[in-house]
């Protein structure tokens, strides 16, 4: 069975959902520095259609 992914904004590739879901529940500092490198990185995935799901 092929795992299931999202396509994620900041990477602009699909991640799977466990990685989204970390992303936007852990701290800042332990964010993989892959989904901060464009500028307003907190806004995009605050406004992914992911981030609350």
Do not use: A, G
Not at 26 to 46: G, L, T, Y
Request: net charge negative.
């Amino acid at each position: 069975m092929e795992e299931q992914k999202v396509n994620c904004p900041l990477v602009e590739d699909e991640i799977t959902p466990v990685e989204c879901m970390e992303n936007r529940d852990i701290s800042e500092e332990f964010i993989p520095e892959i989904f901060k490198k464009k500028n307003d990185w907190q806004e995009i995935c605050r406004k992914c259609k992911y981030f609350n799901c």
